[in-house]
T-cell receptor, first 113, second 111 residues
């Protein structure tokens, strides 16, 4: 089965611009999670979508938003980019609500200049 | 999210050595997971633990879910060059459907 796919692989933006990152979960998975991994740091939870609804969000400003589409793919939007937004953004999907394991994509590397 | 303390932060090991790393939490978890991340890739699941005291192996990897439910360790036996990477612990508290991650342990193997 195809894994979690993310695009683009790399994205370069300048301060103040907007970035959009995309994620397709494993077929049949309805939950999508977004994490930020800044250089040398662990994974910080950003957002969780399930069945098209935002279920939880981490401690990030409203500039970080997203949505989940009817086919369960998801988009992460970052507005008014700041230098410290430079990071690897990882998307993960999970099967049914009882499943504990997240399967990650390879990530989208966002660089803000 | 919950704060996980993972140690050590990094380690240099000789090929063939055994490696141990651990994670502690201030909260009780009902799931502990260990992931490995290679450069340019997303984390890949190594071992999942669901019960206090559970000891699970995956090849040369062994992990345990602590009795207090607030800690876990991962052992790698007879390390080889491909063990290089960043190892993350992750945990889930009851009734929460997101994972909290440790800061990672970077493993470098000397051939």
């Amino acid at each position: 089965e195809a894994g979690v796919t993310q695009s683009p692989t790399h994205l370069i933006k300048t301060r103040g611009q907007q970035a959009t990152l995309r994620c397709s979960p494993i077929s049949g998975h309805t939950s999508v999670y977004w994490y930020q991994q800044a250089l040398g740091l662990g994974l910080q939870f950003l957002l969780w979508y399930d069945e098209g609804e935002e279920r939880n969000r981490g401690n990030f400003p409203p500039r970080f938003s997203g949505r989940q589409f009817p086919n369960y793919s998801s988009e992460l939007n970052v507005n008014a980019l700041e230098l410290e937004d430079s990071a690897l953004y990882l998307c993960a999907s999970r099967g049914d609500i009882g499943a504990n394991v997240l399967t990650f994509g390879a990530g989208s590397r966002l660089t803000v200049l | 999210g919950q704060q996980l303390n993972q140690s050590p932060q990094s380690m240099f090991i000789q090929e063939g050595e055994d490696v141990s790393m651990n994670c502690t939490s201030s909260s009780i978890f009902n799931t502990w997971l260990w992931y490995k991340q290679d450069p340019g890739e997303g984390p890949v699941l190594l071992i999942a633990l669901y019960k206090a005291g559970e000891l699970t192996s995956n090849g040369r990897l062994t992990a345990q879910f602590g009795i207090t439910r607030k800690d876990s360790f991962l052992n790698i036996s007879a390390s080889i060059p491909s063990d290089v990477g960043i190892y993350f612990c992750a945990g889930r508290i009851p009734n929460d459907y997101k994972l909290s991650f440790g800061a990672g342990t970077t493993v470098t193997v000397r051939a």
